[in-house]
T-cell receptor, first 114, second 114 residues
Framework: DVKVTQSSRYLVKRTGEKVFLECVQD?????MFWYRQDPGLGLRLIYF???????EKGDIPEGYSVSREKKERFSLILESASTNQTSMYLC?????????????FGNGTRLTVT | AQSVTQPDIHITVSEGASLELRCNYS??????LFWYVQSPGQGLQLLLK??????LVQGIKGFEAEFKRSQSSFNLRKPSVHWSDAAEYFC????????????FGKGTMLLVSP
């Protein structure tokens, strides 16, 4: 089974801090994704990556950046955390070579910015 | 642009009763369609997917979904709901390129009454 591991389940940070959310997958997937999930808004795509050092903006990239130095690891960075970035963050991966490959999700990181 | 509508924010079903969760999509060609389930505090788990062929697809946990091109719908069904089915359900649409991203609906919260 694919395993997508997010390093923290809960995180509390202060406004203005730089925040790193880490995600690791163990199935050699090419694609990796970061979504945020908010009540009533569903999942919204922040950034995704097709390959090492590649990144593409999703629907809501403002205030975020990403890093993919190794194939298995995809980091989401909040350069200067703000209270409106309090949310559940979900990492996912998929196999690009398989058409319509489904996403495999981690258990999420619930971030609170105070 | 692709989009997904889940018209029902909440649904309450009695245990043992049948269930149908609605999903309508917008996509320029034949889409890939998915249903995911999220239990409290967890990531999303794939229930089933439609790529092509038979329009009735079977998934895990006794769920099935039917693709109706004429109605742009992909409704999820289960003949007899169990209390453990209480969760949030997400419909998603994606394209045929391995590089395409998934677009999610806003989710339907299923409550199961005794």
């Amino acid at each position: 089974d694919v395993k997508v591991t997010q390093s923290s389940r809960y995180l509390v940070k202060r406004t203005g801090e730089k925040v790193f959310l880490e995600c690791v997958q163990d199935m050699d997937h090419e694609n990796m994704f970061w979504y945020r999930q908010d009540p009533g808004l569903g999942l919204r795509l922040i950034y995704f990556s097709y390959d090492v050092k590649m990144k593409e903006k999703g629907d809501i990239p403002e205030g975020y950046s990403v890093s993919r130095e190794k194939k298995e690891r995809f980091s989401l960075i909040l350069e200067s955390a703000s209270t409106n970035q309090t949310s559940m963050y979900l990492c996912a991966s998929s196999l690009v070579k398989a058409r319509g490959s489904p996403l495999h999700f981690g258990n999420g990181t619930r971030l609170t910015v105070t | 642009a692709q989009s997904v509508t889940q018209p029902d924010i909440h649904i309450t079903v009695s245990e043992g009763a049948s269930l149908e969760l609605r999903c309508n999509y917008s996509y320029g060609a034949t889409p890939y369609l998915f249903w995911y389930v999220q239990s409290p505090g967890q990531g999303l788990q794939l229930l089933l997917k439609y790529f092509s062929g038979d329009t009735l697809v079977q998934g895990i946990k006794g769920f099935e979904a039917e693709f109706k091109r004429s109605q742009s719908s992909f409704n999820l069904r289960k003949p007899s709901v169990h209390w453990s089915d209480a969760a949030e359900y997400f419909c998603a649409v994606g394209g045929h390129s391995g590089y395409s991203t998934l677009t999610f609906g806003k989710g339907t919260m299923l409550l199961v009454s005794p």
